[in-house]
């Protein structure tokens, strides 16, 4: 597994990352902000530390078993740097989403985006009630995430759901954990009752094709609305400042 951290100079990234090393000196990170050098003094004892800047880890290949945890995110109210912020999440659910390898997302929040919300505990299904142009931006990538999400998870889902049904026709027992031919034994129609095996195998195939679309089409869809939502808000921002 290798741990990839961006935000590593916050105060929840390095926290992460302190903890992860104390509890395995070994294991693999890659700490990621603006301004790696000052990590790199800081983590050189440490000989599977890597750090770098958003510009290399949009560069950089992810592998199976990644684990991405992005609290990126920057405190200024600055319209251009809200904007990159936005831009490097999107490039991440791109590649992660495409890369043909298993890759764990966690996304940090902030209690900026529930900040008119009194309904504490907050959860992933509270309502979205920020409070400043930063708070603004933040929740935008949240929904910016939770959007890729959605449309990946739910053609993913779609061919895991007629795998799973072909495997109940052709799957070997021991493998597949219950008897195959069950969904037939219950009376239940299935994917293979409707499209056949081949059209089975056609669909999965589609669906998976389908679900890296949808992230590979996020930046060029939704990039122009999220430049002029950041540059919005920091203009109101300023005018309430003015004012």
């Not at 951290?5 to 395995?24: K, M």
């Not at 904007?83 to 791109?94: C, H, I, V």
């Not at 589609?206 to 540059?231: G, H, N, Q, S, V």
Request: aromatic share 6%.
């Amino acid at each position: 597994m290798r741990l990839i951290v961006t935000g590593a100079a916050g105060v929840l990234g390095s926290e992460l990352i302190e903890q992860t090393l104390r509890a395995d000196p070994q294991v693999e990170i890659v700490a990621v902000t603006r301004q790696p050098q000052a990590l790199t003094r800081r983590w050189q004892g440490y000989a599977n530390m890597k750090c770098c800047s958003w510009d290399e880890l949009a560069q950089m290949p992810l592998a199976g078993g990644d684990v991405i945890v992005h609290g990126a995110f920057p405190r200024q109210e600055n319209g251009q740097e809200l904007t990159e912020a936005l831009d490097l999440t999107g490039t991440l659910l791109k590649k992660a989403g495409t890369s043909g390898k298993e890759i764990a997302w966690v996304d940090i929040s902030s209690r900026s985006v529930y900040g008119q919300n009194e309904q504490t505990p907050w959860t992933e299904t509270a309502e979205l009630m920020p409070a400043s142009p930063y708070a603004l931006a933040k929740a935008a990538q949240e929904l910016l995430t939770r959007q890729a999400a959605e449309a990946y998870g739910y053609q993913l889902g779609m061919a895991f759901q007629i795998r799973d049904d072909m495997l109940d026709v052709i799957g070997d027992e021991a493998a597949f954990g219950k008897p195959i031919g069950s969904d037939r034994a219950d009376g239940k129609t299935t994917y293979v009752d409707v499209l056949g095996l081949e059209g089975c195998e056609n669909a999965v195939a589609m669906c998976t094709a389908a679900a890296k679309a949808a992230l590979a089409r996020l930046p060029e869809e939704r990039w122009a609305d999220i430049e002029d939502f950041a540059r919005q808000i920091t203009a109101e921002n300023v005018k309430e400042e003015q004012d």
